[in-house]
C-alpha cells in the first residue's frame, strides 16, 4: 500500500511504500495497554520510603513500670503509636521495573503505527529544512503542517530542529530508535521522515 508523502508545506511530492505485514494488519489494542503498562512502570523510581521502628531514633528504654500503673505494657518509645515511633507497613524502596517479550514490543509498536494511520494522524514528509535554529520558522513549519500536538521522528541527529522545536509546547523531536508505543499514543499527530518510515519498517517487519 501507498502512503503519500508531504513537503513541509503540505504538498504532494510523493509516496512511499508501506509494508503490508505492519499496515495491512488488525491492530491489537491490548497489547498496545501491556507495552505502555510495562514503559510507565519502568519509569517509576521506586524510592518512596518510611522509616520503621528500626530506623527512628529514639531510646529503647522501658518507659515506666509493667505493672500497676493501669496503663498498656510498653518498652520502647519507638513504637508506631507514640510521635515520633516508626512507621508501620509503610512504603520502601522497590524496583518496579519489569520486561514483556521483544516481539510484544514490536507488536504493540505496529499496532500502534496502524491506530495512527487509520486515525489519518499519520504524516510522512519528505524533509523538515530548517535553515537556522529558530522557533518562529519551527511553528510556522507546524502551522503550515496543520499539526498543534504531535512527535516528530527523524532518521537521525537534526541539530538544528531539536532546538527549534524544544520551545514549543506539545510537540517533541524523537530520533527513529526511541520511536515507542507510549510517545505514539500519547501525541495527536505523528510525524516522520521518508527516511525514519523505511528504518522503522525494515526492524518492524514480523
Excluded at 40 to 64: E, P, W
Excluded at 111 to 124: F, M, T
Aim: aromatic share 4%; proline share 3%.
Amino acid at each position: 500500500m501507498k502512503e503519500t508523502v508531504h513537503n513541509i508545506k503540505k504538498a504532494k511530492v510523493g509516496d512511499v511504500e508501506l509494508e503490508d505485514s505492519i499496515f495491512g494488519a488488525k491492530p491489537n489494542r491490548a497489547l498496545i495497554y501491556e507495552v505502555v503498562r510495562m514503559q510507565l512502570a519502568n519509569r517509576r523510581q521506586g524510592d518512596a520510603a518510611t522509616k520503621n521502628r528500626k530506623l527512628v531514633s529514639g531510646t529503647t528504654a522501658k518507659m515506666y513500670r509493667q505493672k500497676g500503673t493501669g496503663r498498656a505494657r510498653h518498652g520502647s518509645a519507638k513504637a508506631n503509636i507514640f510521635v515520633g515511633g516508626g512507621k508501620a507497613f509503610g512504603p520502601h524502596p522497590r524496583d518496579y521495573s519489569y520486561r514483556i517479550p521483544a516481539k510484544a514490543r514490536r507488536a504493540g509498536l505496529r499496532s500502534a503505527l496502524v491506530i495512527k494511520r487509520n486515525e489519518g494522524k499519520l504524516l510522512i514528509v519528505d524533509e523538515l529544512p530548517l535553515k537556522k535554529i529558530r522557533t518562529k520558522d519551527a511553528v510556522l513549519a507546524l502551522k503550515d503542517l496543520g499539526v498543534a500536538k504531535g512527535m516528530i521522528v527523524t532518521e537521525g541527529s537534526n541539530e538544528v530542529l531539536e532546538k527549534s522545536m524544544r520551545n514549543i509546547p506539545g510537540i517533541k523531536v524523537l530520533r527513529w530508535e526511541g520511536l515507542n508505543v507510549y510517545d505514539v499514543m500519547r501525541y495527536e499527530h505523528l510525524i516522520m521522515t521518508r527516511a525514519a518510515m523505511d528504518k522503522v519498517q525494515e526492524v518492524l517487519k514480523p
